[in-house]
């Protein structure tokens, strides 16, 4: 394999590909964590009971999220059960991955 310093002539456009590089793996994992999450969407038929957008229903964060976040490690469950948890974290994991 050879350097970068030989791929990239000079040394802006070689502190920009380590900056790309450093930013590619957040990235990375911000998408792979959403797509992880799109089966416990569809597993709820989260999709249907919350299919309004922005907000979910009538609110922007559900008293359910609240519930659950209030309390996380007694409420873990919630995280993979509750359709309104399951629908706003999947949600909130999209909007992560594209801003």
Excluded at 1 to 26: F, I
Excluded at 62 to 91: C, G, S
Aim: glycine share 6%; net charge positive; charged share 15%.
């Amino acid at each position: 394999r050879p350097s970068p310093a030989v791929a990239h002539g000079t040394a802006e456009a070689l502190a920009a590909a380590a900056k790309c590089r450093r930013l590619a793996l957040p990235v990375a994992a911000a998408v792979g964590i959403t797509l992880l999450s799109g089966p416990f969407v569809a597993g709820n038929d989260a999709g249907r009971a919350f299919n309004t957008w922005p907000k979910m229903n009538y609110d922007w964060v559900p008293p359910e999220v609240v519930r659950a976040v209030a309390n996380p490690f007694a409420n873990m469950r919630l995280f993979f059960e509750e359709t309104a948890v399951v629908q706003f974290n999947h949600r909130t994991l999209a909007y992560a991955s594209v801003f």
